[in-house]
């Protein structure tokens, strides 16, 4: 069974970091273009950034460039997203899924930044 499980999440204040995890199961980082979501209270779930299966091509949403790296670990099988510099509108439940999102969505792990 193909399962990818989100962690990681917490409290932060605003300009600090956190570094997301996502665990994979029955399932290759390589061979899928992979993804991170996120979904802020009241609103729509969101493509956080993308990366492809084929050559490792990443594209971010224009609001986290340069804040948000996505990156992974093929020998642990899993899948990274370090977020420095956050911001309170970061504050969200964050998903990692395939990219169009073909897998069950997980519970996701919630990100909060506030002072």
């Known amino acids: 069974e193909v399962q990818l499980q989100a962690s990681g999440g917490g409290l932060v204040q605003p300009g600090g970091s956190l570094r997301l995890s996502c665990a994979a199961s029955g399932f290759s980082f390589d061979d899928y273009a992979i993804g991170w979501f996120r979904q802020a209270p009241g609103k729509e779930r969101e493509g956080v950034v993308c990366?492809?299966?084929?050559?490792?091509?990443?594209h971010y949403t224009d609001s986290v460039k340069g804040r948000l790296t996505i990156s992974i670990d093929n020998v642990h099988n899993t899948m990274y997203l370090q977020m420095n510099s956050l911001k309170p509108e970061d504050t969200a439940v964050y998903y990692c899924n395939t990219s169009p999102a073909l897998l069950i969505w997980g519970q996701g792990t919630l990100v909060t930044v506030s002072s």
């Open positions: 990366r492809s299966g084929d050559n490792g091509d990443t």
